[in-house]
């Protein structure tokens, strides 16, 4: 097994925002010391993101970074410390906390990972399916070190509620929107606050959802799921609760 350390580069259209752009994924394999960076090639997404981008900047920034990283890339023995490298990164451009995970010797995790958080940047059959993500997820969730709990919890009404982790006292459940009818998503979403609202003494809720959208039945949903609890993109959500449970 590998130890890798990894990190995300986020993009944020000044440095008073919230909202982010997930744009590149640094890795260091603390095992073998192979270190890797990759980013994002669809750049009319980026452009959409903040139409004031000054594109070829970008691409220069971001291939200097990887250039910075990939050093003699035949030659791992000089000291790296990705804590420190992400350290400086404090405007725009900002790199998330630092997670470690376990990888088996001959995984594709650079690939793996790339696809889990710049998963936009793939065309959907080149995308990680929908159940390799739910393991990611579990796994990324896992290096925590908190135990996993039977992800299934009685209701005021004895009912099951069935989420897909329970780590510590944080419930997750996933929302897929791939390819679905916001419309027909909305009953479901109602069903899950109400569960939110009536199990808020006993976990701090959070909802991952899988899609980019900003249809109007999309924000009803998200509406809908952010009364109760915390409702996040995929990518964001895994911060946030790996922030949370540390």
Same mark, same amino acid.
């Given at each position: 097994?590998?130890?890798?350390?990894?990190?995300?580069?986020?993009?944020?259209?000044?440095?008073?925002?919230?909202?982010?752009?997930?744009?590149?994924?640094?890795?260091?394999?603390?095992?073998?010391?192979?270190?890797?960076? +990759?980013?994002?090639?669809?750049? !009319?997404?980026?452009?959409?993101?903040?139409?004031?981008?000054?594109? $070829?900047?970008?691409?220069?920034?971001?291939?200097?970074?990887?250039?910075?990283?990939?050093?003699?890339?035949?030659?791992?023995?000089?000291?790296?410390?990705?804590? $420190?490298?992400?350290?400086?990164?404090?405007?725009?451009?900002?790199? *998330?906390?630092?997670?470690?995970?376990?990888?088996?010797?001959?995984?594709?995790?650079?690939?793996?990972?790339?696809?889990?958080?710049?998963?936009?940047?793939?065309?959907?059959? !080149?995308?990680?399916?929908?159940?390799?993500? !739910?393991?990611?997820?579990?796994?990324?969730?896992?290096?925590?070190?908190?135990?996993? *709990?039977?992800?299934?919890? *009685?209701?005021?009404?004895?009912?099951?509620?069935?989420?897909?982790?329970?780590?510590?006292?944080?419930?997750?459940?996933?929302?897929?929107?791939?390819?679905?009818?916001?419309?027909?998503?909305?009953? *479901?979403?109602?069903?899950?606050?109400?569960?939110?609202?009536?199990? !808020?003494?006993?976990?701090?809720?959070?909802?991952?959802?899988?899609? $980019?959208?900003?249809?109007?039945?999309?924000?009803?949903?998200?509406?809908?799921?952010? +009364?109760?609890?915390?409702?996040?993109?995929?990518?964001?959500?895994?911060?946030?609760?790996?922030?949370?449970?540390?």
């Amino acid at each position: 097994m590998y130890q890798v350390e990894y990190a995300a580069l986020k993009y944020y259209n000044n440095i008073i925002s919230d909202e982010c752009l997930y744009i590149g994924m640094l890795f260091h394999n603390i095992t073998t010391g192979k270190r890797d960076f +990759r980013y994002i090639s669809n750049f !009319k997404r980026f452009q959409s993101f903040d139409d004031e981008a000054d594109i $070829d900047f970008v691409k220069l920034y971001l291939a200097g970074i990887q250039q910075q990283v990939q050093v003699n890339i035949w030659n791992y023995q000089n000291d790296f410390s990705i804590a $420190d490298f992400t350290r400086i990164y404090v405007n725009e451009f900002r790199f *998330s906390d630092v997670s470690t995970i376990e990888v088996e010797e001959n995984e594709d995790y650079v690939e793996n990972l790339t696809k889990m958080f710049l998963k936009f940047d793939f065309s959907k059959e !080149k995308r990680l399916s929908h159940s390799d993500e !739910k393991k990611y997820i579990r796994r990324i969730l896992s290096s925590s070190n908190i135990p996993f *709990s039977i992800p299934r919890v *009685s209701g005021s009404y004895e009912e099951n509620v069935t989420f897909d982790y329970i780590i510590g006292n944080v419930a997750i459940k996933l929302f897929s929107f791939k390819e679905k009818n916001a419309n027909k998503l909305i009953p *479901s979403a109602k069903q899950w606050a109400f569960s939110a609202d009536e199990l !808020k003494d006993r976990y701090k809720i959070v909802f991952l959802y899988d899609e $980019d959208n900003n249809s109007p039945e999309w924000e009803i949903v998200l509406r809908i799921l952010k +009364r109760y609890a915390e409702a996040y993109r995929v990518q964001d959500g895994l911060d946030y609760i790996l922030k949370m449970i540390s």
